[in-house]
T-cell receptor
Framework: ETGVTQSPTHLIKTRGQQVTLRCSSQ?????VSWYQQALGQGPQFIFQ???????GRGNFPPRFSGLQFPNYSSELNVNALELDDSALYLC?????????????FGSGTQLSVL | TQLLEQSPQFLSIQEGENLTVYCNSS?????LQWYRQEPGEGPVLLVT?????EVKKLKRLTFQFGDARKDSSLHITAAQPGDTGLYLC???????????FGTGTKLQVIP
């Protein structure tokens, strides 16, 4: 148990639709990172939020956007869904501590785009 | 772009065998982490190595950080079926301590 919860666990959408994924971070953590993971591959960094501000972004288009709330929970929004967006979306919370940064992951949201 | 390549990509071995997984990059990282991920779950942190040349042991798992802080290895002694999973290395670095994951090594230990 990492204390990080994601919802929903599974989601099916059609191409062109919009989706919102949610993440509740572990108590005491002020940073949330979102990753996209294709089956059998390593997670790809989407972006990170630190104290409600986007703090870094990976190589993802602007239709991937996010929010972090005062309680440090977070949302990932994806507009104009494409077939290639089908993947496991992972949220990880952490407390900023430099090189020893430790990520605590939720179990993910499996998104299927048809 | 920081890339971490892991090898091998897949590994299927018998219970009791030893194995080594490699993680290589052209980039220097502040630290290197190893995670294990099981189906339907998020990755779980196993260890963080910070100093070049550092070696850490976790029961039957031995982790080493390269002297130049660009590569790492994970050695498992006497593998057990419970070691089955996706092993991920991850480099920590950059202005906001971004964690960049490797390509992954899928390990299957057959009883």
């Amino acid at each position: 148990e990492t204390g990080v919860t994601q919802s929903p666990t599974h989601l099916i959408k059609t191409r062109g639709q919009q989706v919102t994924l949610r993440c509740s971070s572990q108590s005491g953590h002020n940073t949330v990172s979102w990753y996209q993971q294709a089956l059998g591959q390593g997670p790809q960094f989407i972006f990170q939020y630190y104290r409600e501000e986007e703090n870094g972004r990976g190589n993802f288009p602007p239709r991937f956007s996010g929010l972090q709330f005062p309680n440090y929970s977070s949302e990932l929004n994806v507009n104009a869904l494409e077939l290639d967006d089908s993947a496991l979306y992972l949220c990880a919370s952490s407390y900023r501590q430099g090189p020893s940064e430790k990520l605590f992951f939720g179990s993910g949201t499996q998104l299927s785009v048809l | 772009t920081q890339l971490l390549e892991q090898s091998p990509q897949f590994l299927s071995i018998q219970e009791g065998e030893n194995l080594t997984v490699y993680c290589n990059s052209s980039s220097v990282f502040s630290s290197l982490q190893w995670y294990r991920q099981e189906p339907g779950e998020g990755p779980v942190l196993l260890v963080t190595v910070v100093t070049g040349g550092e070696v850490k042991k976790l029961k039957r798992l031995t982790f080493q950080f390269g002297d130049a802080r660009k590569d790492s290895s994970l050695h498992i002694t006497a593998a057990q079926p419970g070691d089955t999973g996706l092993y991920l290395c991850a480099g920590v670095g950059g202005g906001y301590q971004k964690v960049t994951f490797g390509t992954g090594t899928k390990l299957q230990v057959i009883p």
